[in-house]
């Protein structure tokens, strides 16, 4: 089955500009989170949704946010770019019922790496 | 103090070795417990998924629950230089949020 797609998978901006990302969860997938990936940081939560609703939500500021449309599909969004917002995005599906959890677990996409100049 | 500790490495070993990798956690909620594999440029890849306490194995990989110790562990038999790779424990309470641990970065050496 194909595995979970984010696009673009480069990208580049400049300061003080906004950024679109896009994740396509695993087929029959209902939840969607959202990770950044730094060296020093390591990888953090962002927030997850499940059936177009925010389920949890990380410690980001308010220039990241997100939602999911009716075909699980998500977008994260990340306004008023900083140098320190470089990095990679992930994004990670599951079939997201607590039941399932004992099951699968998350599969993560390959990431968009973002580069803020 | 983080939630979730582990060593970062880098660990080297020859090829054939048995790796053991280990992360302690402080959150007592967490029930869920998964070890991912990570190459250079590419997405974290779901290795071995645990619930609660326990062992699990799967081919030359055994992954390992003590909650009471809040500790787990990861082993690899006969280490092959195609594991060379980063090593993230993660794990959950209810689900939705992974906590991550910082990564190992394994070299198997032929």
């Known amino acids: 089955k194909a595995g979970v797609t984010q696009t673009p998978r480069y990208l580049i901006k400049t300061r003080g500009q906004q950024v679109t990302l896009s994740c396509s969860p695993i087929?029959?997938?209902?939840?969607v989170s959202w990770y950044q990936q730094t060296p020093g940081q390591g990888l953090q939560f962002l927030f997850e949704y499940f059936s177009e609703t925010q389920r949890n939500k990380g410690n980001f500021p308010g220039r990241f946010s997100g939602r999911q449309f009716s075909n699980s599909r998500s977008e994260m969004n990340v306004s008023t770019l900083e140098l320190g917002d470089s990095a990679l995005y992930l994004c990670?599906?599951?079939?997201?019922?607590?039941?399932?959890?004992?099951?699968?677990?998350?599969?993560f996409g390959s990431g968009t790496r973002l580069t803020v100049v | 103090q983080k939630e979730v500790e582990q060593d970062p490495g880098p660990l080297s070993v020859p090829e054939g070795a048995i790796v053991s990798l280990n992360c302690t956690y402080s959150n007592s909620a967490f029930q869920y417990f998964m070890w991912y594999r990570q190459y250079s440029r590419k997405g974290p890849e779901l290795l071995m998924y645990t619930y609660s306490s326990g062992n699990k194995e799967d081919g030359r990989f055994t992954a390992q629950v003590d909650k009471s110790s809040k500790y787990i562990s990861l082993f690899i038999r006969d280490s092959q230089p195609s594991d060379s790779a980063t090593y993230l424990c993660?794990?959950?309470?209810?689900?939705?949020?992974?906590?991550f641990g910082q990564g190992t970065e394994l070299s198997v050496k032929p």
């Open positions: 087929s029959g997938h209902r939840s």
């Open positions: 993660a794990m959950s309470g209810q689900g939705g949020k992974l906590i």
């Open positions: 990670a599906s599951s079939l997201g019922t607590t039941g399932s959890l004992k099951q699968d677990g998350y599969t």
